[in-house]
């Protein structure tokens, strides 16, 4: 997504979905908040996605994201099963895949972030978030119902 001028407003972002065209509401945490405030209500300077993801990957090492992780890789219809560690598979992407883990584990509704995330269906929806079967017990245990 491409920010420009306009698209902040008091306690929103309004933007329209390059792919879809749809134009999609963000409420602004207070996180995001002080950093607009720091840039005169608007967007910091843009930077490339590749230095994003280089920058992503020097701060995940950092903050000692070291253990292995899995990977295929398919070459010549070949796939084999490799290792790495977690900060070198890190990428701008994962902060959206992040957002929708975390904000469906903190118990916002899927068609909710659907809105935000611009998934078409849920069946795709919950094929992208990462929600491990501790995380839903946890949201599950805490569910008014079973209260």
Request: with cysteine; glycine share 6%; hydrophobic share 35%.
């Amino acid at each position: 997504m491409e920010f420009k001028e306009g698209d902040i407003t008091m306690t929103a972002i309004a933007i329209e979905t390059k792919k879809t065209e749809k134009r999609i509401e963000i409420p602004i945490k207070r996180d995001l908040q002080k950093i607009l405030d720091k840039y005169d209500n608007n967007f910091p300077p843009k930077v490339s996605d590749s230095r994003i993801n280089l920058y992503i990957k020097k701060v995940c090492k950092a903050a000692g994201l070291n253990e292995a992780v899995k990977m295929k890789i398919i070459e010549g219809g070949e796939t084999s099963l490799t290792s790495m560690p977690k900060y070198q598979r890190v990428a701008s992407h994962t902060a959206r895949r992040s957002f929708c883990t975390n904000a469906f584990n903190g118990g916002m509704q899927p068609i909710d972030i659907m809105s935000i995330s611009g998934h078409k269906t849920e069946k795709a929806f919950f094929i992208y978030i990462k929600s491990t079967s501790r995380d839903r017990f946890s949201k599950i245990k805490g569910h008014a119902f079973f209260q």
